[in-house]
């Protein structure tokens, strides 16, 4: 019995990961979640912020790291819509324009200029939403575009933006380029230094460790990000001295799409994670429980029997 | 929702099928759907790489007659990048060894200052400042263990990392704490790790199920049907695969066995 389990085939955890991600989707439960102080930190810079205030948005991820930081991108532009601040948008990545056109079009655009949705007049986003009215392409938000140079551009930004994005991306993807300085949202700004706070969805390299090492730290910015899971550790010993907040991976996001009570797929997909990371350990420690079984029932050579020096 | 969002959505499904079905053995569904990702990423790279780099960069600069004969200047990223080309050509080689200076000189020069004073000058000053909240005396109990934790665990891991301490003595104890405290940091990373790739895992099923949708688009859809017929298929025609597979091995172990045995018997 040992031994079949010691040599189970893996294909076995393969399909049981599976069925412990699939029940709980089919199957939904709710569990208990309070946010932590990190993510309540980024809620509260968000919170302070005064309708007029510029914000700068840095979409940095690809689709592969969607379901990590997503939900609190989602999040974190219904919060900043709702508080009525300018929001300049760009990336760092080059998988990413689709997807920050995306978050134009279904949230800026689709539920905050159509008051459906979050800003349904009903709705959580609707009730709180302040000063209402429409936002519009260049005024109230704009799309800098894709830049490469990674860290580079990000040390540029800090000295000189508009060096750095002389052009901003058309209303209308396939547009003609809009120079900056005809960009009214942007007036006033001309570093990172004018930017009343500073958000960041990041999936690794360039992201928020990049923003942190070349500028926030040397400029002393106010700066918070959503990152995956896998960075948190590496991000953890800048908050809360270098970063205001930190958001770590889908339940980071679920954490901020409580506070902005804007349940999405954060939320939904966090009750999942907790059935998947339970079979995680239980076969972590039946592996372990295994391996030291195995040990000990395992016959001792006898002394002098063999030429082993352990 | 249009039929080509539908159809879109059902390529989806069968591709998220396809790469998981090399969890149960390597197949063409797996090599099909690797080779698709692979073509239109780099495909996309390209593109977004010249009309967002290479052309406003270089290209529209060197062009643009308005900038007049300073637009020279340009010509010397043009070299740098085609020096690096040069390791195509033994002959030439050495000159990509010039752009590979220029990038390394230049990222060190960028990023040496940058990370002496992000890691290194304002964490020590982090520890300080909580070492600095945790002594005064409106501190909570829980900001004075956090301090002593943090000093305790980054002197101890410190004295793990030294080397030229000797194997006994006081030394030696304190880095057998550094020990537990980079064992806890290591198991921290390996949680979050977990957690990252269960994460996507969900996030695959919620778009497979199309979940991320309106109730009407994912009734539209019929995401669990599609993703039911594709797993029965994709992991049928794969399981038969993999039996057939077997098969020939065995069918080639026994040919080879009596082959070594009709040799055996003709000595």
Known sequence: MLEKLATLDRRWLFLVMAIAIIVPLLVPVSLPFEASPPVRATYDAVEALRPGQTVLLSIDYDPAARPEVEPWARAVLRHLLRRRVKIVMMTLWDKAPPIVRSLINEIVLGEYNQRRGYFAPDQPGGRLAQDYAPYRYGEDYVFLGYKDGKEIVIAGMGQNLRQMFPVAEAEREGGDKIPVARIPVLSGISSLRDFALILEASAGFPGAKEYVQQVVTRYRLRFAAATTAVSVTDLSPYYPEQMLGLIGGMRGSAEYEQLVEAPGLGTSGLNVLTFGQIFVILAIVLGNVIFFLQRRLRPRSSPGAGGGVG | ?267
């Not at chain 2, 969890?23 to 390209?46: C, M, Q, R, W």
């Not at chain 2, 270089?58 to 990223?77: C, H, K, M, Q």
């Not at chain 2, 995401?223 to 017929?229: D, E, F, N, Q, R």
Request: one cysteine or more; glycine letters at 8%; aromatic letters at 12%.
């Open chain 2, 1 to 267: 929702m249009a039929t080509h969002e539908i159809i879109g959505h059902w390529i989806l499904i069968f591709l998220t099928i396809s790469i998981l079905s090399y969890l149960y053995a390597d197949n063409p569904f797996y090599k099909l759907a690797e080779h698709l990702f692979v073509g239109t990423s780099i495909g996309y790279v390209v593109v977004v790489q010249w009309f967002d780099v290479i052309k406003p960069n270089l290209y529209d600069r060197l062009t643009n007659d308005a900038l007049g004969p300073a637009r020279i200047v340009y010509l010397i990223p043009l070299c740098l990048v085609l020096f690096l080309f040069a390791k195509l050509v033994p002959r030439f080689a050495w000159l990509s060894r010039i752009s590979v200076a220029f990038v390394i000189g230049f990222y060190a020069g960028q990023n040496i200052p940058a990370y002496l004073n992000s890691d290194l000058v304002a964490q020590v000053a982090s520890t300080l400042a909580a070492v600095t909240r945790a002594t005064k005396p409106d501190a909570t109990w829980h900001q004075m263990l956090g301090a002593f934790v943090l000093v305790v665990g980054m002197l101890s891991g410190l004295v793990y990392f030294f080397f030229s301490r000797r194997e006994s003595g006081p030394l030696n104890a304190v880095a057998r704490v550094g020990v537990w405290v980079l064992m806890i940091g290591f198991g921290a990373s390996f949680g979050y790790t977990v957690q990252g790739r269960i994460s996507l895992a969900i996030g695959r099923a919620l778009e497979v199920f199309g979940m991320n949708r309106t109730a009407a688009q994912a009734e539209q859809l019929h995401g669990k049907l599609v993703a039911a017929v594709c797993v029965v298929v994709i992991f049928g025609i794969v399981a038969f695969l993999e039996h057939k597979r077997k098969l020939r091995e065995a069918e080639a172990e026994r040919l080879a066995a009596e082959q070594e045995k009709r040799e055996n018997e003709s000595r």
